[in-house]
């Protein structure tokens, strides 16, 4: 099976697709963490993107695209993945299409997490990541037993840099109105593709209905 989750910043994509890829021994591709990770190891690939991040800015499509070639050509993609946080663009979403034919492949769902805005700058606000083992928590929804302290591994908790500041939080928004959100359109010209996921509630309520739109057991 291989599914994209599409969906604005801090709509709980992250939140749902590790639970789903653990449920279905599927694994789980997060742009936006790996290419976190590179910038973290300053590598060619992280100081490409290092600039875009930091002001909430869209990596160019030619550099997302070679990193998600490389994911679809590896090993543990030959069953399905989960991607999620790409495509954010129409020209990533045509580029995963072309990799995908060339593979004999194609998608099975798009799933879309429509959560309204004043919600997700709640999301976006509270959340917490643990830099060792990046479990991900919620000041507000979902904190950690111990304030500060990674539930899985101790470590100390973080705030990601594009959550910390307001302007940049707010420009991901627009950046996902202006960019992603005509992928709506895009994977809905196919009525079997796209499905939307009502996204607000608890994380027990969200993984519920979407084990009802992808039903792997
Ligand atoms: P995304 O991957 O879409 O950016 P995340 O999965 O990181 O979003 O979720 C954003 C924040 O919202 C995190 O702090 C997470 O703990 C919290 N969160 C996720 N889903 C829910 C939910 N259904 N209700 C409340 N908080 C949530
Ligand atoms: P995320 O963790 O999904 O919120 O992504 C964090 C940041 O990484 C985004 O604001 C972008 O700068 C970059 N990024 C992640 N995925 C993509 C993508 N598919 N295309 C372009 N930039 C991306």
Not at 2 to 8: A, D, F, H, Q, T
Request: aromatic residues 6%.
């Amino acid at each position: 099976m291989i599914i994209v989750l599409l969906g604005p910043p801090g709509a709980g994509k992250g939140t749902q697709g590790d639970r789903l890829s653990e449920r279905c021994g599927l694994p789980r591709y997060a742009t936006g963490d790996i290419l976190r990770e590179a910038v973290r190891l300053k590598t060619r690939l992280g100081l490409e993107a290092k600039s875009y991040m930091d002001k909430g800015e869209l990596v160019p499509d030619e550099v997302v695209l070679g990193l998600v070639r490389d994911l679809l050509g590896s090993a543990d993609a030959k069953d399905g993945f989960i991607l999620d946080g790409f495509p954010r663009t129409v020209a990533q979403a045509e580029g995963l299409k072309a990799l995908l034919e060339d593979q004999g492949r194609k998608l099975d769902a798009a799933i879309y997490f429509d959560v309204s805005e004043d919600e997700l700058i709640r999301r976006l606000s509270g959340r917490r990541v643990c830099p060792d083992c990046g479990a991900v928590y919620n000041v507000h929804t979902e904190p950690p037993a111990v304030p500060g302290r990674c539930d899985v591994c101790g470590g100390r908790l973080e705030t990601r840099e594009d959550d910390k500041d307001i302007a940049t939080l707010r420009n991901r928004l627009r950046v996902y109105r202006e960019s992603t959100e005509p992928l709506l359109e895009w994977y809905g010209r196919d009525d079997s593709t796209l499905h939307k996921l009502y996204a607000a509630g608890s994380v027990d309520d969200v993984y519920e209905r979407l084990l009802k739109v992808v039903g792997c057991s």
